[in-house]
């Protein structure tokens, strides 16, 4: 008796909710033990929903990894952002939504849960940031009551990767049992392009790197004003060559971007070239140009 043939798989689709920094970003890069999405201390560093493949000899998951709710906006970019995390929740086997207990609930935590409460999807509620939920930032006790609308909950450290392995085992218990073919079918296209796993051949997810590397250096000094284009990719054989532009809404912002004497953009490249490099095991060579473009709102979130 063939064993795989009595085995069962486990197949869906898992999407990954919360308000803006709760860490689901974060938790995706540790269920799959490598990066496949940008970070940082900002609301808005997830600007679009990305999928993932997990698999594992229990079967495939498809991860949805959504933007954070943000309660109120009013730029383009920002309202585009509200509309993306909606787009996922429809088609999800398994909704998991992150709450950060080291922060006290909000507004933004209801609008989720509002999208939440339309699905008939599994529901885990994931309480994270526990390493950070201590003495006077302990609001744990503020979304006990919400344990009665899901169907597990568990506490995690997304940063610390504590409890994730815990986490998995509950969305495989909640997933239904699944035909292979069907999911090799569903998951073709993703795992044909190796999924958002780094391909140094992928521009956007190189300019996601960057914008990522802009975010951690500026930090709160910059507002939502840049958007970053990967003009030219070209293997060289010995490096990979790199040019790149961060787009900018004002001559103010693109000096803030360059620095005084060059040092922010210098850093922003010196570190996004690393990080690079170390993914794809080979040298890069980064060229990073600031460009100034009133309208790149516009022209981005026609691109939506």
């Known amino acids: 008796m063939n064993i795989t043939e009595n085995m069962q798989i486990k197949f869906g689709r898992v999407v990954l ?129 919400l344990e009665d609308e899901f169907d597990d909950f568990i506490e995690t450290s997304a940063l610390k990767e504590k409890n994730v392995g815990g ?25 044909s392009k190796g999924g958002p796993l780094i391909s140094m051949g992928s521009k956007e997810f190189v300019a996601e790197i960057i914008r990522e590397k802009t975010y951690l250096f500026l930090r709160e000094e910059l507002p939502y004003t840049i958007f970053v284009a990967v003009d030219e990719i070209k293997d060289k054989r010995k490096l990979i060559l790199i040019k790149a532009s961060i787009y900018t809404s004002g001559d103010r912002y693109k000096k803030m971007i360059i620095g005084t004497a060059g040092k922010k953009i210098k850093e922003i490249g010196y570190n996004a070239r690393k990080e690079l490099e170390l993914m794809s095991q080979r040298k890069v060579f980064l060229e990073l140009t600031v460009k100034v473009d009133k309208h790149w709102q516009e022209t981005e979130t026609l691109n939506y």
């Open 167 to 191: 986490l998995l085992n509950i969305i495989f218990d909640l997933l239904p049992i699944g035909d292979p073919k069907e999911i090799e079918k569903d998951v073709e296209v993703l795992e």
């Open 17 to 145: 909710m919360g308000r803006p920094n709760t860490g689901k970003s974060t938790i995706l890069n540790a269920i799959l033990k490598q990066k496949v999405a940008i970070t940082s201390p900002l609301p808005q560093t997830t600007r679009r929903n990305m999928r993932v493949v997990y698999s594992d000899s229990r079967g495939k998951i498809v991860f949805s990894d959504t933007p954070g709710i943000i309660n109120k906006v009013d730029d383009l970019i920002g309202k585009q952002v509200n509309t993306e995390a909606p787009k996922e929740v429809g088609r999800a086997d398994v909704v998991v939504c992150l709450v950060d207990i080291s922060r006290p609930k909000s507004e933004e935590e209801n609008k989720v849960l509002g999208l939440i409460r339309k699905t008939n999807a599994k529901k885990v509620l994931v309480y994270n940031k526990m390493d950070k939920a201590r003495g006077s930032k302990d609001h744990l006790a503020e979304y006990k009551y």
